[in-house]
């Protein structure tokens, strides 16, 4: 089982939305903050957004900014992700990664210690 399962990928026309959603494990021990990282084929995965643990203090990526929303729902253990205005550049395989280390968002990698197995979003033009 895993301890970080998204949903919600797809293909959508550019210009149209999508909603990733994140589970974490009930038998993982409680994620602070959280993220999602996406990447494409050949290229390293990038950052995309960030959320604390107490979901007040989101951090985004300059080339999501006002598109994407990060929020989450502690009490059901959920992420979430709702993308905007998507564009094709957009497209790539969206990961849900967390830690309990920290409670404030990062945009590195290198911060979160679970990684779930990605859901692929396709954007066309």
């Known amino acids: 089982q895993e301890d970080l399962v998204e949903s919600g990928g797809g293909l959508v026309q550019a210009g149209g939305s999508l909603r990733l959603s994140c589970a974490v494990s009930?038998?993982?021990?409680?994620?602070?903050?959280m993220g999602w990282f996406r990447q494409v084929p050949g290229k390293e995965r990038e950052f995309a957004a960030a959320?604390?643990?107490?979901?007040?203090?989101?951090h985004y990526a300059d080339s999501v900014k006002g598109r994407f929303t990060i929020s989450r729902d502690n009490a059901k253990r959920m992420v979430f992700l709702q993308m905007d205005s998507l564009k094709p550049e957009d497209t790539g395989v969206y990961y849900c990664?967390?830690?309990?280390?920290?409670?404030?968002?990062?945009?590195?990698?290198?911060?979160?210690?679970?990684w779930g197995q990605g859901t692929l979003v396709t954007v066309s033009a």
């Open positions: 009930p038998r993982t021990f409680i994620m602070h903050a």
């Open positions: 959320i604390s643990y107490t979901g007040d203090i989101p």
């Open positions: 990664a967390g830690t309990g280390r920290r409670v404030l968002p990062s945009p590195h990698l290198k911060d979160y210690e679970y």
